[in-house]
């Protein structure tokens, strides 16, 4: 079935670092894949999109690009803000072959940005 | 536009009452789907509405839990005689017809059972 796995947290970083944070999906038909992030005590965030293979979804600064060879949509940030600290979750859905349109989602990875 | 809507935002129940979960999708929206967020994990899906249809429960438990999108009105999410391990965040996304490849969360509802 559809899964995504995330890297696992938590991630701590200095304010203007580099950041990646992995997601590698398993899917059996061609899915849309998404980045949302969760700021504290909020719900989810839609934060880029993908929806299809060598895609790049952006905004805010974050890009991540759908690579069909490698499975991986991994979400990146060339110089991250104390105001990045959220939790980054990776997500999959395929409305073709999912007639419920379920959304699979990673385990979340927490990001604290440090001044 | 008002995004989705949730309420409450905080709920508190005892063992053994019941818990009802509101979501007002976002103006437009026709799809409504629940998701439980339990401590340190990702969401997991658990059921896929249409006004006065369920279209996909295969997330939700067998018992005790039900869910409903009439025609007038916002979803909701009822669970009956809560038990402890109920305990999470429940967020409620939306789609418009014809974009259900993008889903709208909610702020969520943190259900605590004492």
């Known amino acids: 079935g559809d899964s995504v796995t995330q890297m696992e947290g938590p991630v701590t970083l200095s304010e203007e670092a580099f950041l990646t944070i992995n997601c590698t999906y398993t899917a059996t038909g061609y899915p849309s894949l998404f980045w949302y992030v969760q700021y504290p005590g909020e719900g989810l965030q839609l934060l880029l999109k993908a929806t299809k293979a060598d895609d790049k979804g952006s905004n805010k600064g974050f890009e991540a690009t759908y690579r069909k060879e490698t499975t991986s949509f991994h979400l990146e940030k060339g110089s991250v803000q104390v105001s990045d600290s959220a939790v980054y979750f990776c997500?999959?859905?395929?409305?073709?072959?999912?007639?419920?349109?379920?959304?699979?989602f990673g385990t979340g990875t927490s990001l604290t940005v440090i001044p | 536009n008002a995004g989705v809507m949730q309420n409450p935002r905080h709920l508190v129940r005892r063992r053994g009452q019941e818990a009802r979960l509101r979501c007002s999708p976002m103006k437009g929206h026709s799809h409504v789907y629940w998701y439980r967020q339990l401590p340190e994990e990702g969401l997991k899906f658990m059921v896929y509405?249409?006004?006065?249809?369920?279209?996909?429960e295969s997330g939700m438990p067998k018992e005790r839990f039900s869910a409903e999108f009439p025609k007038e009105g916002p979803s909701i999410l009822r669970i009956q005689q809560v038990v402890r391990g109920d305990s999470a965040a429940y967020f409620c996304a939306s789609s418009p017809p014809g974009g259900l490849d993008t889903q709208y969360f909610g702020p969520g509802t943190r259900l605590t059972v004492l």
């Open positions: 509405l249409q006004k006065e249809n369920i279209i996909d």
């Open positions: 997500a999959l859905s395929d409305p073709r072959t999912n007639t419920g349109n379920q959304f699979y």
